[in-house]
């Protein structure tokens, strides 16, 4: 019948073992050295990014504190009050048009703008609403962090007369 197909004598045996340990031993130590080296990049990367976050949440902080402090000095809202006698809906296109008009202001810094020239902006202006036009008059304005403007609405002189 059939013996034995693999035929190791006691040294050879003890021999084929010690170097499969040494190799498994070999192994495990270089695998450790390259997890180590990969676990010191990680270690490093990772406190760099924890250093930048923190960098960038003092600086989104400041940023914060800079937006509140300008943000009570910037129009936030513009509110357009009408003394006319149109009906609602004329008055509801003539304020929609006064608000596009002063769009541009919407955030803008209050200390920056110069309340003379835009009075001279939208006092005495005409609107043309529906096919008829409309004569603003300013009344008196309110420049803080919402703009507030007051206006008597008439038609023009030469309309009402005829």
Do not use: C
Not at 4 to 20: D, G, N, Q, S
Not at 92 to 104: D, V
């Amino acid at each position: 019948m059939a013996g034995p197909i693999i035929a190791f004598t006691r040294k050879e045996l003890t021999l084929l073992v010690v170097v499969f340990t040494l190799g498994v031993i070999l192994g495990a130590t270089l695998l450790n050295v390259y997890a180590g080296i990969q676990i010191d990049r990680l270690i490093f990367e990772k406190n760099e990014l924890t250093s930048r976050v923190e960098e960038q949440d003092k600086q989104i902080k400041e940023l914060e504190k800079n937006i509140e402090q300008y943000k009570h000095h910037s129009i936030s809202k513009i509110t357009v009050k009408l003394q006319t006698e149109v009906n609602k809906h004329t008055e509801q296109e003539i304020s929609k048009k006064i608000r596009q008009l002063l769009a541009g202001l919407l955030g803008r810094d209050t200390r920056q703008i110069d309340p003379l020239l835009l009075r001279d902006v939208i006092n005495d202006r005409l609107i043309e609403v529906g096919g008829e036009t409309y004569h603003l008059e300013l009344l008196f304005m309110v420049i803080t962090n919402e703009l507030e403007l007051y206006f008597k609405v008439s038609l023009p002189q030469r309309q009402e007369e005829e």
